[in-house]
């Protein structure tokens, strides 16, 4: 029997308590469980069917940053999914209040805020290579085709 989606991620982050109440504040998820004062803290969508979503384990504040996708390679995005417009509109305006929001892109699967484009990992321009390689980068793939989300009253539109 062939795999059929993934289940849950857990991300190692420097504060799980302060990390989980991002998640909880913002996007809506809710505590499931917390393990060792905080050491470890599983979160689920409230439409979720899973025991949890996402865990997210504490590491501490004197460990580096990561580096990945500039210098290793590491998890590039987690993509949460919403049912209307007027929902990732709420978000989009949650995210910019709360400094969180760098983009967003109407795709062939939908819209989306958050971070950054999509881009494969396994074809990405190197860091050293500048955003002038990138943009080689989308076009070569065909992710230039991702059109700005242009959200606000009356819902979402493809820009």
């Known amino acids: 029997m062939p795999i059929t989606r993934l289940n849950h991620a857990v991300l190692y982050v420097r504060d ?21 004062d905080g050491k470890a803290i599983f979160l689920r969508s409230p439409g979720s069917d899973n025991d949890h979503d996402l865990g997210l384990f504490s590491v501490g504040d004197e460990v580096g940053g990561s580096e990945a996708g500039r210098g290793t390679v590491g998890l590039y995005h987690l993509a949460w999914q919403v049912n209307t417009l007027e929902e990732l509109d709420r978000l ?31 074809r990405a321009p190197r860091p050293r290579e500048g955003k002038a390689a990138l943009r080689r980068h989308h076009r070569q793939h065909r992710l230039s085709a991702a059109r700005p989300l242009v959200l606000g009253a009356g819902g979402g539109e493809r820009g």
């Open 16 to 36: 799980a308590r302060r990390s989980a109440a991002f998640y909880t504040d913002v996007l809506g998820l809710v505590v499931r469980h917390e393990i060792g």
């Open 92 to 122: 989009r305006a949650v995210l910019t209040e709360r400094g969180a929001l760098v983009g967003g892109h109407v795709g062939g699967a939908g819209g989306a805020v958050g971070r950054e484009r999509p881009v494969r990992p396994d």
